[in-house]
T-cell receptor, first 113, second 110 residues
Framework: DTAVSQTPKYLVTQMGNDKSIKCEQNLGHDTMYWYKQDSKKFLKIMFSYNNKELIINETVPNRFSPKSPDKAHLNLHINSLELGDSAVYFC????????????FGPGTRLTVT | DAKTTQPPSMDCAEGRAANLPCNHSTISGNEYVYWYRQIHSQGPQYIIHGLKNNETNEMASLIITEDRKSSTLILPHATLRDTAVYYCIVRVDSNNDMRFGAGTRLTVKP
């Protein structure tokens, strides 16, 4: 069974559209994250949720809005997509805040044309 | 969190030990050293972490110098599947995120 899953794996869309990426973990973890890996391969934290509560919100445009309906899910909704949003987005989870081991999903490659 | 410096790339022969260095000269007393790796097109994977003692698990060993200003990740018998980008991260244990740098691209060659 996949520990952290993301859908879709690939997402191609046009500028100005709104899209969502879903993330689910079946590990029973309390904390979930979204990371962005750009074309230069730098991986940066975007958001962190603990028990459905936002803990970290890095300097991310407010077009990006995470939604956590329950502890097992953290979805990422992006409004008014821009070319610069093209990247690979990774969801991750850990068993608690600050826990050393984060489990990452397979990533969603978003391409904005 | 302290900054880390890693060589951009390294090669290693299959079956030999891979020794990946990391400098973290500004590390604070309460900051841990973490290692993750990212195999091509996959999400990062936790390898090992430590504070000041050397650590070993089924994947690797972590050697931290006495002054804690540098560390080395050792893969004892590298295989082709160990080809990946290896990230050294220094972080206060209570922080909620991992801040990844550029990492070291390790290529294991037959």
């Amino acid at each position: 069974d996949t520990a952290v899953s993301q859908t879709p794996k690939y997402l191609v869309t046009q500028m100005g559209n709104d899209k969502s990426i879903k993330c689910e973990q079946n590990l029973g973890h309390d904390t979930m994250y979204w990371y962005k890996q750009d074309s230069k391969k730098f991986l940066k934290i975007m958001f962190s949720y603990n028990n459905k509560e936002l803990i970290i919100n890095e300097t991310v445009p407010n077009r990006f809005s995470p939604k956590s309906p329950d502890k097992a899910h953290l979805n990422l909704h992006i409004n008014s997509l821009e070319l610069g949003d093209s990247a690979v987005y990774f969801c991750a989870s850990s068993s608690g805040q600050g826990y050393y081991e984060q489990y990452f999903g397979p990533g969603t490659r978003l391409t904005v044309t | 969190d302290a900054k880390t410096t890693q060589p951009p790339s390294m090669d290693c022969a299959e079956g030999r030990a891979a020794n990946l260095p990391c400098n973290h000269s500004t590390i604070s007393g309460n900051e841990y050293v973490y290692w993750y790796r990212q195999i091509h097109s996959q999400g990062p994977q936790y390898i090992i972490h430590g504070l000041k003692n050397n650590e070993t698990n089924e994947m690797a060993s972590l050697i931290i110098t006495e002054d804690r200003k540098s560390s080395t990740l050792i893969l004892p018998h590298a295989t082709l599947r160990d080809t990946a980008v290896y990230y050294c991260i220094v972080r206060v244990d209570s922080n909620n995120d991992m801040r990844f740098g550029a990492g070291t691209r390790l290529t294991v060659k037959p």
